[in-house]
């Protein structure tokens, strides 16, 4: 029932973001608005429960007719963003049910997942009527993807963000694995490739083999720094090192792999905010020079985003939705009232415009 692989995985060679910060204890920002005690990251509590919680109902949103709908490829795409999937709601976390019941409900309305790189890459190939949306997950926690242990093999927990979105997928196989992974390879509290140091069950062993299953299943892999620095607080030299050695550790993971978005740390830009597209940093051991070229940076919040055909669209600030309450859905309610979703034509080949402005 659940993906699983063998064990026996590689160890932690590669470098220093493996055993968490190398340099001693991370630094950890503090914003005013941490919202649980014991958090370790700004914008992430520190702990979270594994427990399994009963199925809530879902109720159905009627299923609207797909071809009935204008087609608007200038149109507004939702980019939600998740912290925790949990046993309950909280600022940062989703409760399980409650992220089943948006991805139903999403689906249901007609929402197919896109990654960044296709809204870079203007491939938001989907049929006529359908409309892109953007599941982003912050943070790396355990809660997002942990493993159980099983007779000599991993399965992925099925009460984990993963867990549920592939079991979602399974039902409904027009759900593809687009979604985008913003992640920190060297936090705290085992926000760190989806834990480490038996955090939650997680074994620090498990770290790469997690993010190379998510590339494998072509999730987009996204950096939000080495241990979520509030990068407004740092040195250009910092910044740089944060951004870097988050990619870098990306790298160790699934070698070659370019990454092509950053997730700003509470949305928050460095000082000298060039430097959150590009920088480079020398790795003091081998004198390696890590270079970063950042080709979308995502804000933290800001509503809908422009479609990239929009000639407004800004890939280096690209906003999001917060999953809080009701949101991502109310939204798309939003959206659907004023007329200003995306919708796709169908045809790769056109870009389709409203007859009239969007208000
Ligand atoms: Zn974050």
Same mark, same amino acid.
């Given at each position: 029932m659940f993906a699983s692989i063998a064990l026996g995985l590689l160890g932690c060679v590669f470098l220093s973001a493996c055993s968490g910060k190398s340099d001693g204890a991370p630094a950890r920002d503090t914003?005013?608005?941490a919202a649980v005690p014991g958090t370790s990251l700004s914008d992430t509590p520190a702990t979270t429960s594994n427990s399994s919680l009963p199925a809530s109902g879902s109720p159905k949103p009627p299923v609207p007719d797909e071809a009935a709908r204008t087609p608007n490829e200038l149109g507004r795409i939702p980019v939600a963003e998740y912290h925790l999937i949990s046993d309950h709601d909280a600022l940062y976390e989703r409760e399980r049910g409650h992220f089943r019941r948006d991805l139903e409900d999403i689906y249901a309305r007609g929402y197919r997942p896109v990654t960044i790189s296709q809204i870079l890459d203007r491939k938001i190939d989907l049929p006529r009527g359908l409309s892109p949306i953007v599941?982003?997950? &912050? &943070?790396?926690?355990?809660s997002q993807f942990s493993y159980i242990e099983r007779n000599g093999k991993l399965e992925i927990d099925p009460q984990s963000g993963l867990g549920i979105w592939l079991d979602f997928r399974k039902k409904h196989p027009d759900w593809s694995s687009s979604a985008v992974f913003c992640m920190l390879p060297g936090a705290?509290? +085992?926000?760190?490739?989806f834990g480490d140091k038996g955090i939650e069950g997680q074994k620090t /062993?498990?770290?790469f083999p997690k993010v190379r299953f998510l590339h494998d299943? +072509?999730? /987009?892999?996204?950096?939000?720094?080495?241990?979520?620095? @509030?990068?407004?607080?740092?040195?250009?030299?910092?910044?740089? /090192?944060q951004i870097a050695r988050g990619q870098l550790a990306i790298d160790s993971a699934v070698p070659g792999y370019k990454v092509r978005t950053f997730a700003l740390p509470l949305g928050v830009w460095p000082k000298n905010r060039s430097l959150a597209k590009q920088g480079s940093w020398t790795d003091p051991k081998t004198h390696n020079v890590v270079r970063y070229n950042n080709e979308a940076i995502l804000e933290v919040a800001g509503g809908p985003t422009?479609?990239?055909?929009?000639?407004?669209? @800004?890939?280096?600030?690209? @906003?999001?939705?917060?999953?809080?309450?009701n949101d991502p859905v109310r939204t798309l309610d939003k959206l /659907?009232?004023?007329?200003?979703?995306?919708?796709? &034509? +169908? @045809?790769?080949a056109t870009v389709a415009k409203p007859v009239a402005p969007p208000k």
């Open positions: 914003a005013a608005r599941f982003v997950f &912050d &943070d790396a926690s355990p705290a509290a +085992g926000r760190s490739f /062993e498990w770290r299943q +072509g999730f /987009e892999l996204c950096n939000h720094t080495l241990w979520h620095a @509030n990068l407004a607080k740092y040195s250009d030299a910092v910044v740089q /090192e422009r479609s990239p055909y929009d000639p407004q669209f @800004n890939p280096l600030s690209i @906003n999001r939705i917060q999953a809080v309450g /659907e009232k004023n007329g200003n979703r995306y919708i796709s &034509d +169908g @045809n790769p």
